[in-house]
């Protein structure tokens, strides 16, 4: 069983910055696509990034140029640099395999962008 972890999330103000961590809690990145995924209040889970096995990196199109999907497979990591957040982009966030695993699903961790 594949637990992940996800932390890193917090108020920020627009134009501010964060960085998002995900935990596994055995290897995985190594040996599947990987992806953040976030949920907005009242909204349906959307696909935010993905990389590949091979570091092969696909943004959707609210976040790209802004956001920054990385993975350190020997710490079990996987990363999520954001950068100009704007309040639109307030959601819990959550890393998963991509497509997604369903027993995988974490906690996630809340990101709020207000000022």
């Known amino acids: 069983q594949v637990q992940l972890v996800e932390s890193g999330g917090g108020l920020v103000q627009p134009g501010g910055s964060l960085r998002l961590s995900c935990a596994a809690s055995r290897s995985i990145f190594s040996i599947k696509n990987m992806g953040w995924y976030r949920q907005a209040p009242g909204k349906q889970r959307e696909l935010v990034a993905t990389i590949t096995t091979i570091g092969s990196t696909i943004y959707a199109d609210s976040v790209k140029g802004r956001f920054t999907i990385s993975r350190d497979n020997a710490k079990n990591t996987l990363f999520l640099q954001m950068n100009s957040l704007k309040p639109e982009d307030t959601a819990v966030y959550y890393c998963?395999?991509?497509?997604?695993?369903?027993?995988?699903w974490g906690q996630g961790t809340q990101v709020t962008v207000s000022s």
């Open positions: 998963n395999s991509y497509p997604y695993t369903r027993n995988y």
